[in-house]
């Protein structure tokens, strides 16, 4: 049936839903789908752009998400999704909140959940939207590199981070 391919590849570009983050990207991911509304897909991307500091970034995530396609017999389904993400990041630039030239590398570790809708446009082939946010927290522990964003006005500085990423995808089922 429509629904009997188990295994697909992925392809997704998305873009950073933010005020003052001006980045996109690509995601490739490995999608296993053993019922007609379990899914797990196991992802690795390349994103570059403009970060939150106004510093140019170029970043790598990996990420682990379990999806849960709404029950409904028919070529569009709606889904949610839920998992873990390590990321990857190389930044340099001026730092609109310590204002100095800095260049940096930072690992994270996070989760994010997300909602969109899955078209499957042939039993073999499937296209996307969907919108993820995500919550990470910095794990590198180089000494003395300072908290990545800092407030100058309220002097409050953190290593968390949060944000949404939209994405279109195209799927390939075997």
């Known amino acids: 049936g429509l629904m009997s391919q188990k295994f ?3 392809a997704r570009i998305g873009s950073m839903i933010s005020e ?3 980045m996109g990207g690509l995601q490739l991911g490995l999608r296993f789908r053993p019922s007609r509304i379990f899914g797990i897909e196991l992802g690795a991307g390349a994103y570059g752009g403009t970060d939150y500091n106004g510093m140019d970034r170029a970043e790598v995530p990996f ?11 028919s070529r569009v389904q709606a889904y ?3 998992g873990f993400n390590v990321s990857y990041a190389h ?12 260049n940096n590398d930072y690992a994270y570790v996070g989760g994010q959940a997300g909602l969109g809708i899955e078209w499957r446009v042939h039993r073999r082939f499937a296209l996307s ?3 993820r946010a995500f919550i990470r927290s910095r794990v590198d522990d180089e000494d003395g590199l300072q908290a990545e964003f ?3 006005e309220t002097g409050r500085t953190t290593d968390t981070s949060a944000g949404a ?7 390939l089922y075997f």
């Open 8 to 10: 697909g590849l992925s």
């Open 20 to 22: 003052q983050v001006r």
């Open 63 to 73: 990420t682990l998400d379990f999806m849960f396609w709404l029950p409904r017999q």
């Open 80 to 82: 949610l999704l839920g």
């Open 91 to 102: 930044v340099e630039g001026f730092h609109e909140g310590y204002g100095r030239y800095m």
């Open 129 to 131: 939207m969907d919108i």
């Open 150 to 152: 800092y407030d100058p």
């Open 165 to 171: 990423i939209g994405s279109l995808g195209a799927h």
